[in-house]
């Protein structure tokens, strides 16, 4: 069984969170340029057996898309054609970055660790994968 591996995409910096291979805890990776995002995720999976790539949706409270969803369509897009052995599926990221920050400061992470927003995006990411993991199991 491989891991899943969850995407917090921004126009710059992504943030990105990986299961244990038995799929059971979701772990902050890393945070990235996105620029670099697609050649590090064909790194990775030459390295690590990834068998899903959940991506955050922005949406809006009323449900409409968020401004960031053409490019994470175009990135989406490039994922299927260089990874088409791994199914992308799309999770409502509404919040995630709001739960980031309270769950950094309920862990008592200090305030100018807070504001990186590189610690920000990866824990998003973890968010995003947790609540995909939780919705699986109750499946």
């Not at 340029?33 to 959940?54: A, G, H, R």
């Not at 898309?65 to 599926?89: G, K, N, Y």
Request: aromatic residues 6%; proline residues 4%.
């Amino acid at each position: 069984m491989g891991r899943i591996l969850a995407i917090d995409y921004g126009k710059r910096r992504t943030g990105l969170a990986v299961t244990d291979q038995l799929r059971i805890t979701a772990n902050p990776l890393l945070t990235i340029d996105t620029p670099l995002l697609i050649k590090w995720l064909e790194e990775y999976v030459s390295k690590e057996q990834v068998d899903t790539i959940v991506v955050g949706y922005p949406r809006q409270m009323n449900g409409s898309d968020s401004e960031t969803v053409p490019a994470i369509r175009a990135m989406e897009q490039q994922l299927r054609a260089r990874l088409p052995q791994i199914p992308v599926v799309e999770y409502d990221e509404r919040f995630t970055s709001v739960l980031a920050h309270q769950a950094m400061i309920a862990g008592g992470m200090k305030r100018k660790d807070r504001q990186n927003k590189a610690n920000v995006d990866k824990l998003a990411a973890c968010i995003i994968l947790e609540g995909y993991l939780e919705g699986a199991n109750r499946q």
